[in-house]
T-cell receptor, first 112, second 116 residues
Framework: EDKVVQSPLSLVVHEGDTVTLNCSYEVTNFRSLLWYKQEKKAPTFLFMLTSSGIEKKSGRLSSILDKKELFSILNITATQTGDSAVYLCAVEAGYNFNKFYFGSGTKLNVKP | KAGVTQTPRYLIKTRGQQVTLSCSPISGHRSVSWYQQTPGQGLQFLFEYFSETQRNKGNFPGRFSGRQFSNSRSEMNVSTLELGDSALYLC???????????????FGEGSRLTVL
C-alpha cells in the first residue's frame, strides 16, 4: 500500500530556532515529492523535488530529497511566528499523472 | 489570474442527504483533483479528472462521485451522507508538465461540510 509518513506530528519552537521536518514514503512508481504550507486556508506550494541530492532553497526554507532512502527533509532556519502552520508532504506516484499521496502533516508552532 | 474557486464554502447537511460541491480551476488548467481533509486522516485523494475523463481514483466508496465539464469546471457529489463525511473538501487544479506547467497542485480554499 502506498503511504507517506511525516514526523514529528507536531513541534513547538521559539523564534530564531531551526527546525527539520521529515517525510518518508513508500510508493509505486515515484514521480515527484512536493511540500506545502497550510495555515487556515488552502495549502500553498513550497517546493517540488524530483532528483536526489539537489537542494531547493527559498529564503529561510530549504528541502532535499533522497530517493535511495525514500525520504525528504524540509528545513526552516531562523523561524518566525509567521512560520506557524501545518506543513504537508505529498508524493506523486503511479502510472498516471496527478495522483498524490499526502502525509498527515507536521503542525509547527513558533512562539515569540 | 484568478485562483481555484470552490463553492459553497460552508454547508450543513443531515445524514442521508446528498451534496454537490463545485470547483472552477485556474484558467487553462485541465486537470482537477479532489481531496478530503479530516483531522484524523489528513488529506486523502478522492479522484482526478482530465479533459472530462476520470483518470485516477482513490479508495472511497461509490457514494463519492464526480464529473468534469468541457470548460474544466468540476463537481463532486456525495450521496447518502454519513456523519463521517464531515470534512474539508479541497479541490486542486494543475497544468501538466507536457503542457508548459510544473505539475504542482494549486488548491482552492475548500468546502467545509458538516453532517448532522
Amino acid at each position: 500500500e502506498d503511504k507517506v509518513v511525516q514526523s514529528p506530528l507536531s513541534l513547538v519552537v521559539h523564534e530564531g530556532d531551526t527546525v527539520t521536518l521529515n517525510c518518508s514514503y513508500e510508493v509505486t512508481n515515484f514521480r515527484s515529492l512536493l511540500w506545502y504550507k497550510q495555515e487556515k486556508k488552502a495549502p500553498t506550494f513550497l517546493f517540488m523535488l524530483t532528483s536526489s541530492g539537489i537542494e531547493k532553497k527559498s529564503g529561510r526554507l530549504s528541502s532535499i530529497l533522497d530517493k535511495k532512502e525514500l525520504f525528504s527533509i524540509l528545513n526552516i532556519t531562523a523561524t518566525q511566528t509567521g512560520d506557524s502552520a501545518v506543513y504537508l508532504c505529498a508524493v506523486e506516484a503511479g502510472y498516471n499523472f496527478n495522483k498524490f499521496y499526502f502525509g498527515s502533516g507536521t503542525k509547527l508552532n513558533v512562539k515569540p | 489570474k484568478a485562483g481555484v474557486t470552490q463553492t459553497p464554502r460552508y454547508l450543513i447537511k443531515t445524514r442521508g442527504q446528498q451534496v454537490t460541491l463545485s470547483c472552477s480551476p485556474i484558467s487553462g488548467h485541465r486537470s482537477v483533483s479532489w481531496y478530503q481533509q479530516t483531522p484524523g486522516q489528513g488529506l486523502q485523494f478522492l479522484f482526478e479528472y482530465f479533459s472530462e475523463t476520470q483518470r485516477n481514483k482513490g479508495n472511497f466508496p461509490g457514494r463519492f462521485s464526480g464529473r468534469q465539464f468541457s470548460n474544466s469546471r468540476s463537481e463532486m457529489n456525495v450521496s447518502t451522507l454519513e456523519l463521517g463525511d464531515s470534512a474539508l473538501y479541497l479541490c486542486a487544479s494543475s497544468l501538466a508538465p507536457g503542457l508548459g506547467g510544473t505539475g504542482e497542485l494549486f488548491f482552492g480554499e475548500g468546502s467545509r461540510l458538516t453532517v448532522l
